[in-house]
């Protein structure tokens, strides 16, 4: 089940939210400073022992304060209009997809991942993310919620669009 939302990812209380990460896994600007900020303490000491994660790729933590058992900190690409930047975006939603089934999860919510700082264009970003999680639903015999958390009225409205078609 795919539900479209305009909210913040932040605050959602599906088992995991997706947090647009660095490949350092520090706190950042955006809806990454926000989830540190509102996961509180011990976020940042238990993503120092990670070591980093690489674009592509996610990592899990612990949720801490927020209502979100779990953290998923996908790590996009920074738009370089070049192949390999969809295949490593379209990795992020899938790696994000398993790790839901892996860990017998029940529901996840996403923000818009690498349309911020990172420059891909939201259109281009949202059909991707849309299009992988379509795909891994059909291909997986899993029931799971998955939430596209829309901060932004852009953002939301070429989620409706395409989401629609």
């Not at 398993?98 to 700082?117: A, E, P």
Request: net charge negative; glycine share 8%; with cysteine.
């Amino acid at each position: 089940m795919i539900k479209l939302l305009k909210e913040s990812v932040v605050h959602q209380d599906t088992d995991a939210i997706v947090n647009a990460a660095n490949k350092y896994l520090r706190c950042g600007g955006g809806v990454c400073g926000a989830i540190f900020q509102n996961a509180g303490y011990g976020l940042q000491e238990e993503c120092d022992t990670l070591h980093g994660c690489k674009t592509g790729d996610v990592k899990i933590t612990k949720g801490y304060d927020l209502k979100a058992k779990f953290i998923f900190h996908a790590v996009g690409p920074e738009y370089s209009h070049c192949k390999e930047d969809e295949l490593l975006l379209a990795n992020c939603y899938k790696r994000c997809m398993d790790l839901v089934r892996d860990n017998n999860l029940k529901s996840i919510s996403f923000c818009c991942i690498s349309t911020g700082i990172f420059g891909y264009p939201l259109y281009e970003a949202s059909k991707i993310a849309i299009n992988t999680v379509k795909k891994w639903l059909e291909e997986n015999d899993y029931d799971v919620e998955v939430r596209f958390c829309c901060f932004k009225d852009d953002e939301y409205q070429t989620y409706k669009k395409l989401l629609e078609e």
